[in-house]
């Protein structure tokens, strides 16, 4: 065994330097919690695999962990979701990215385990703005009548209305009437900042926070260790789905809001390397 540390030490590591993380806005308390309750149920399927110290990590109880079945939720035992594995795949990997900053370990157990690929058919696509415009959204924006919601630009993108589907109009609406609940004055509730924290911020603040929140969720749905992943990625999926509805690149500049035929071009070029 020589010096390696005990996996329990190693992981409680990585949960302390979360914690730092958390506390430092990095992480959401939702997510501290879901990663490391599978942190946990890692290091126990570890243990009952032999594995107590963390040298003796490799690839093959990793997957195991990763792959295992689950139980549905009548009970019955059932192979595991993809993006349940992806996610365990995620909590995994993001753990030794931590402990490769501390220094117990450089290696990357599950860096090569091999899952189901994403199903992109069925991915919900985003209105379309940016990670600059999301933190200046207002509840007034939203316009629940005509299925949009407005967009204020920036420096390097336009104003503009973005259509909303079933399921987008549905998050904001309820996020709308969270919001306005929480308003101490009920005629405050249009001013209200939509998608994130209504404090005082600066433009790179609100950009900041939106890109934090956005972060969060690629990590909690198993995406946070795919280097091609990132928040923008999600704005630029809407411009794609534009282009293939109406095959005009055009059109999928406008989505965008881009002044520039050849930015959306470069946007839908670069989606469709990740995509392959």
């Given at each position: 065994m020589g010096s390696d540390p005990s996996l329990t030490y190693a992981f409680d590591r990585v949960q302390g330097a979360w914690q730092t993380m958390a506390a430092r806005g990095e992480f959401t308390e939702q997510t501290l919690d879901k990663f490391g309750l599978l942190l946990k149920r890692c290091e126990r399927s570890m243990q009952l695999r032999g594995v107590v110290v963390l040298g003796d990590v490799t690839a093959d109880p990793v997957e195991d962990f990763v792959t295992a079945r689950g139980h549905s939720r009548h009970g019955r035992v059932?192979?595991?979701?993809?993006?349940?594995?992806?996610?365990?795949?995620?909590?995994?990997?993001?753990?030794?990215?931590?402990?490769r900053e501390l220094g117990p370990s450089d290696a990357d157990p599950a860096r090569d385990i091999v899952l189901p690929a994403r199903a992109i058919d069925g991915v919900r696509p985003p209105a379309g703005g940016?990670?600059?415009?999301?933190?200046?959204?207002?509840?007034?924006?939203?316009?629940?009548?005509h299925r949009r919601v407005w967009m204020h630009g920036?420096?390097?993108?336009?104003?503009?209305?973005?259509?909303?589907?079933?399921w987008a109009l549905n998050v904001l609406t309820s996020r709308a009437e969270f919001v306005s609940a929480r308003q101490l004055r009920k005629e405050s509730a249009p001013n209200a900042r939509l998608a994130v924290s209504d404090r005082h911020g600066s433009d790179?603040?609100?950009q900041a926070r939106a890109c934090v929140a956005l972060g969060d969720l690629l990590r909690r749905i198993g995406l946070g260790d795919e280097e091609d992943v990132k928040p923008s990625s999600i704005t630029a999926w809407a411009a794609v789905a534009e282009f293939e509805r109406t095959g005009r690149i055009e059109d999928a500049a406008r989505r965008l809001g881009l002044r520039s035929l050849d930015r959306a071009a470069a946007v839908r070029a670069r989606f469709r390397t990740v995509r392959r």
């Open positions: 059932t192979d595991s979701a993809a993006a349940t594995m992806r996610l365990r795949r995620s909590v995994v990997r993001t753990a030794y990215r931590t402990l940016h990670s600059g415009e999301i933190g200046h959204i207002r509840v007034r924006d939203l316009d629940v009548s920036s420096t390097k993108v336009d104003a503009r209305w973005c259509p909303l589907d079933d790179a603040y609100l």
